[in-house]
């Protein structure tokens, strides 16, 4: 799904987002107009949804080490529930897009423009529409992200006040301390990066929606370049907190810069083949080791 979403992005917004924003008209046809909008808002809200998946995964098997793991079905029933959910929600961009000629006094700006230009007079219409984007996109996934790693948080503090009373060494409590403040850091960090990237362009599209244009009326396609690239720098950051938390993960990194990683890789694949998204930890109270006996 993550591939998916990544292709998508790639052939959509990459290529043309910039040169929209330089040539400052819409060179790409009437059906690309309706197409792109379209393709680009899909694979935003699924890139949400994966990363709220992912949450709840992790959820399930720290939180919740006793139950069924995720099987393939269940990956395809989600895989499918988010890209019907998504372009359901989309949809109405494929409808409200449409070319526009534009020449206006006192500007150098003429010819083709591409947008929402078929809404219904009635602006609460468009404002509705604003409003459930919102939340379908912003605030359910950050909601959904914050509950599933502040349940996590608090396992994870449960289990390191059971091993001080352990018998583990001085040394060894030291380190699972060091192995407890990573994962307590990486997991808000998880929160807090999808936030912060999605917010500028989240504040802008409310502006827009409800008429407050003015702040745009210097540099206005350079700023929404600006907030268009940090809201794509979301599906950046997992993976970089991933590998600063895993030592596998940097380990396997390694081996493959030296051309030694072949058989990791191998490993991993079929170890994949039996779990979705997240190994299960091999004990209930085990927060901090996986099946390798490696942390995460």
């Not at 990237?197 to 599209?205: A, G, Q, Y």
């Not at 008429?211 to 370049?225: N, S, T, W």
Request: glycine fraction near 4%; hydrophobic fraction near 45%; proline fraction near 4%.
């Amino acid at each position: 799904m993550v591939t998916g979403v990544v292709r998508l992005l790639c052939i959509t917004a990459l290529p043309i987002t910039p040169v929209l924003a330089f040539v400052k008209r819409w060179l790409f046809g009437s059906l690309l107009c309706k197409l792109v909008p379209l393709c680009q808002g899909i694979s935003v809200l699924i890139s949400s949804y994966c990363l709220c998946f992912i949450a709840v995964d992790r959820y399930r098997s720290i939180v919740m080490p006793t139950r069924e793991p995720w099987t393939t079905y269940h990956a395809y029933s989600l895989m499918a529930i988010s890209w019907l959910t998504s372009a359901t929600v989309s949809s109405p961009l494929f409808v409200t897009q449409r070319l526009q000629p534009l020449a206006l006094e006192n500007t150098t700006l003429c010819g083709y423009f591409c947008g929402e230009y078929n809404w219904p007079a009635d602006n609460r219409v468009k404002l509705f529409y604003g409003s459930m984007l919102l939340v379908c996109q912003y605030l359910i996934p950050v909601t959904i992200m914050t509950f599933c790693y502040w349940k996590i948080l608090q396992k994870v503090r449960a289990d390191w006040i059971v091993a001080q009373h352990s018998m583990l060494t001085a040394a060894q409590q030291a380190q699972t301390a060091v192995r407890k403040r990573r994962v307590m850091y990486v997991l808000i960090l998880m929160v807090v990066v999808f936030m912060a990237s999605w917010l500028p362009l989240t504040i802008v599209n409310i502006f827009r929606d409800f008429g407050i244009e003015a702040f745009l009326d210097i540099q206005m396609y350079f700023k929404l370049l600006n907030v268009h690239a940090i809201a794509m720098t979301s599906i950046v950051w997992n993976p970089l907190l991933y590998f600063w938390m895993s030592k596998r993960h940097r380990k396997a990194f390694k081996e493959d810069m030296i051309g030694t990683g072949n058989n990791y890789r191998r490993n991993n694949e079929l170890r994949l083949t039996k779990r979705f998204f997240v190994p299960r930890t091999t004990q209930p109270g085990n927060l901090l080791y996986n099946e390798n006996n490696n942390h995460y």
